[in-house]
């Protein structure tokens, strides 16, 4: 109740949009991988891995362009609309199963994205930046990211139930009818926070909106077109190239911000920038939620549903249900698409991955049923952690702030770091109890895991956002909170070079350790910023 009226309207509107984000973005892989004679695109996983993390960078690479272009002309209200229409087209469009609307709808999403993202937080910043709201801030966006995450939650639920009953177009569809609902509630909303939407005035040591279009926008372009047809990988897939080359002018433009900041304003941009690149990591071990740890809840993970709940088949919407034949053989290849005996090959099957590590007795006889839990269910575990956790967390900042000893934002990014990286423990424990994947786990060590890596994520990610609007010069706001996104996309994109990985390392415990090194040093490099940051930015945080 202390907070303003525009929280619950932005809220709303956050939530819709991130349904229909992460409902996309929960079934983007197992789409991909899925077979052509089931609806999917048949791609394996590395070259799966490899688009998911470009489309989750270049998602993250736009707001630097929508936050700009609202700044200087557009102003922040239309920017959410025309983000939110150009979204929703490009989810509706992914329900189109041709491989031209595929990509074009992916550009729809990457645009809008821009568009939208950068500006709604911008919106919220501003609201709070009222003398009444001032100590609220915080607070705010913690739970305004809860609004993200209730949407994170619930779509997957829908995504489950749309693709096993009426296929991967439908659920697609669905998250573009999400997106539109989103842009209804803020319609509704819009007149506790038209007073917010104001363009800053340009001042002399900045750049011209046309300049940056020829400088850094028009570069980014060429370098990307160079590293996408460039031969011999340098990076590891065209695409990586494309991405890393198109992002350097972009920085560049970030780091020339600063030097031409007048002194007032480059104290706070040296520690924006500071900070973001420090989160780098953060992102490239988190985002790995819709790849590698997908993929360990989609065939390390016991997912078979018990009887009890199995049947009647007609409530089963949440669950898979294929036939799968089965028969005790010697042998069968490694992609397990065959069964052959005497080196010679039989009968062709579709015999999934997910039985390799069951026990005998556990697995199907032939002809039998097998109804599992959606693996893009797990995918609600990380936002449920949120929900129910952000009650949590706001009131032990509340009451360390009632007794005076409440952390500064960047001590809180710190801690955050500190306790995403001891989550990577939780699944090196899996792995070892699993003895590496050969027999299936249990699905508590990823509700396990996703229950630390929330808490750090509680500590950093609304922090960061709120850190941005209470420091950035307020003609930058908004472009600020597009490099805040553009250190989000190096570290999307990062975990999917990562997630590339996946198969090339034996023992996956390995790969978890790590994201554990990674998540490391982006601790030490924080903690020991902490004196210098407090030097730059004060009592202002």
């Not at 360990?296 to 919407?317: C, F, G, L, N, V």
Request: positive net charge.
């Amino acid at each position: 109740m202390k907070h303003p009226k525009a929280l619950p309207f932005l809220f709303f509107t956050e939530m819709w949009e991130r349904f229909g984000y992460y409902l996309m973005i929960g079934i983007f892989q197992l789409f991909m991988t899925e077979s052509l004679e089931k609806g999917g695109m048949g791609m394996d996983r590395s070259q799966a891995a490899d688009i998911y993390g470009t489309f989750i960078a270049l998602v993250f690479l736009t707001p630097f362009l929508g936050g700009l272009l609202a700044d200087r002309k557009i102003g922040y209200i239309k920017s959410v609309f025309i983000g939110g229409t150009l979204m929703g087209l490009g989810y509706m469009g992914l329900a189109i199963h041709t491989n031209a609307t595929f990509y074009i709808s992916l550009f729809l999403i990457i645009l809008g994205n821009g568009f939208f993202k950068p500006n709604i937080s911008t919106l919220l910043g501003n609201v709070y930046s009222e003398e009444n709201y001032k100590s609220l801030k915080d607070s705010g966006f913690n739970i305004f990211y809860m609004g993200i995450n209730v949407g994170a939650c619930i779509c997957n639920l829908c995504a489950a139930f749309m693709r096993n009953k009426y296929g991967w177009g439908a659920a697609f569809f669905s998250a573009g009818i999400g997106m539109f609902i989103g842009l209804i509630v803020f319609a509704i909303g819009m007149k506790y926070y038209k007073h917010a939407d104001v363009k800053k005035p340009l001042q002399k040591e900045d750049m011209p909106l046309q300049s940056i279009f020829s400088k850094v926008f028009l570069p980014a372009i060429i370098a990307g077109i160079i590293g996408w047809f460039i031969p011999n990988n340098i990076f590891g897939s065209d695409s990586t190239d494309a991405f890393i080359l198109a992002a350097l002018p972009i920085v560049i433009f970030y780091i020339s911000l600063y030097k031409r900041a007048t002194e007032v304003d480059k104290k706070p941009l040296l520690a924006l920038l500071s900070i973001m690149a420090v989160s780098v990591l953060f992102w490239a071990v988190f985002k790995q939620n819709g790849t590698a740890l997908t993929t360990w809840a989609q065939y390390y993970t016991d997912r078979q549903m018990p009887e009890a709940i199995a049947a009647p088949a007609e409530k089963m919407y949440l669950a898979e249900k294929d036939t799968f034949y089965y028969r005790q053989v010697p042998a069968f290849d490694e992609k397990f698409k065959a069964i052959k005996i005497d080196g010679k090959q039989t009968k062709t099957l579709d015999y999934p991955v997910y039985f390799r590590n069951m026990a005998p007795v556990q697995k199907p006889k032939e002809g039998e049923i097998v109804k599992l839990y959606n693996t893009e269910l797990f995918q609600s575990i990380n936002p449920l952690w949120v929900v129910l956790l952000t009650p949590i967390v706001v009131g032990f900042f509340m009451l360390l702030k009632s007794k005076n000893k409440e952390p500064s934002t960047p001590m809180k990014i710190a801690l955050g770091l500190l306790i995403s990286a001891l989550s990577t423990l939780v699944m090196v424990a899996a792995v070892y109890i699993c003895s590496n994947g050969e027999v299936k786990a249990s699905p508590w060590w990823l509700i396990g895991c996703y229950g630390v890596i929330t808490v750090g994520e509680l500590f950093l990610s609304p922090m960061g956002l709120s850190l941005v609007s209470k420091i950035s010069p307020p003609r930058l706001t908004a472009l600020m909170m597009g490099g805040w996104f553009l250190a989000t996309s190096l570290g999307n994109k990062l975990s999917g070079v990562l997630a590339s990985l996946w198969d090339t390392y034996e023992n996956k415990a390995n790969f978890f350790l790590v994201n554990m090194v990674l998540l490391g040093i982006a601790t030490l490099a924080m903690f020991m910023m902490l004196k210098w940051l407090k030097r730059l930015i004060g009592d202002k945080v």
